[in-house]
């Protein structure tokens, strides 16, 4: 554009050569000409390798070379602290306080305690149906802790850490999974499918994926209101093969809407390994694509998901632009408790993530180096959370009913007699009946 505004100035203005000049200073007149007209041609030469098309972006030109593109650079995944728990670039840190730390720490293990009593209750049929969300406590806290109440959570179903963070409490996601009258939904829906106006949390909905677009329009009707906010949509890797995925980053992305899409990749959409799910570089090789501000972290590093949350809530408010962050995880749970993952993944495999690089372990080990925790606190607080989230079953049947203690009885049998079958190493030890 500054080369075809530069050639509109010289041709529009008035020759020098067309003044009485005496004709000595002819002749560099003839070469000042020559050199205009090479200009010209320089300058209506780049025009002609520029795209045109209306369809086409901004910077296209033409080449004579065929080339179908299939390399491109690997995403790096960003982390703050390796497997140790030890900060890698001092810099990186973000040096949160005591107390914020405390707090992040002691959800992931209130919401711990609280999956294994849960998948315990359910297997005894105090509940229908429950989803842990063993080892991706890192994606939940990390989002959480960088977020402003303002912002409106959109969640999928595997994110009750950031919930319980914001303020939503055990007690409420009890309410919710029994469906009483203190459920804020009045039992209407399925267990785990929280949601609370008060925290600006949109209730979850099981249809795989519909809080996509649902996010984005909540993103954009913020925008038009002038709102100091953002929205964050939690999704997995299986609900970005759907088509509201596509639809969702596409209107985020023409609106220029202040969302943030947050991809936890656990690695199975169910019993479908990623391998088997798409090609390409994972999921945050899409966000290019929308023209999106992207980046890939550990998942499993809670320092490094904050300062990427905290980075994207920035750009996503200050500058209005939509980001797609993708959170590489491991899903350490089954699926749900319809559920049976030793099907379609060794036992060892998930033996070995819980040991090398649990999030809750990792983070630990951080706050030991600094001193701010022990093996002595640990327990206790344990037993604290463990306590007071058994003792919300108290006062739900005064007896036992009939048909639960026989269904009870059934299940203790069967577990007997196929131990092999029913690994209940991970389940609550308190006594629940």
Sequence with gaps: MMLARLTTLVRTAPRVSQLPLPISARVPLLARSKATKASDSAATSLQDRHVSFPGATFGSVFTEKMEFISDYPTIPTYRVLDIEGKVIVEGQDPKLSKEECMKIYRTMISLNQMDMIMYEAQRQGRISFYMTNYGEEGTHLGTAAALTSDD????????????????????????????????????????????????????????????????????????????????????????????????????????????????????????????????????????????MHTIRVDGNDVLAVYNVVKEARRIAVEEQKPVLIEALTYRVGHH??????????????????????????????????????????????????????????????????????????????????????????????????
């Excluded at 036992?347 to 093996?375: C, G, H």
């Excluded at 108290?394 to 048909?403: A, K, R």
Aim: aromatic share 10%; hydrophobic share 35%.
């Design 152 to 291: 409106v959570i959109f969640g999928q179903y595997r994110e009750a850490g950031a919930l319980l963070y914001r303020g939503f409490s055990v007690q409420q996601c009890m309410h919710q999974c029994y469906g009483n009258e203190n459920d804020l939904g009045k039992g209407r829906q399925m267990p785990v499918h929280y949601g609370s106006k008060a925290l600006n949390i949109q209730t979850i909905s099981s249809p795989l994926g519909t809080q996509l677009p649902q996010a984005a329009g909540s993103a954009y009707a913020l925008k038009r209101e002038g709102k100091d906010a953002c929205v964050v949509c939690f999704f997995g890797e299986g609900a970005a093969s759907e088509g509201d995925f596509h639809a969702a980053l596409n209107m985020a992305a023409t609106t220029e809407s202040p969302v943030i899409f947050f991809c936890r990749n656990n690695g199975y959409a169910i019993s479908t390994p990623a391998r088997e799910q798409y090609r390409g570089d994972g999921i945050a090789s899409r966000g290019h694509g929308y023209g």
């Design 336 to 433: 749900s408790t319809s559920d049976d993952s030793s099907a379609y993944r060794p036992k060892k495999e998930v033996a070995d993530w819980m040991k090398q690089d649990a999030p809750i372990n990792r983070f630990r080990k951080y706050l030991e180096a600094k001193k701010w925790w022990s093996e002595d606190q640990e327990q206790a607080l344990r037993k604290e959370v463990q306590t007071a989230v058994s003792h919300l079953f108290t006062d739900v049947y005064d007896e036992l009913p009939w048909n639960l203690q026989e269904q009870k009885a059934k299940l203790d049998a069967l577990m007997a007699k196929y131990p092999e079958q029913y690994d209940t190493t991970g389940h609550a030890k308190t006594k629940l009946s």
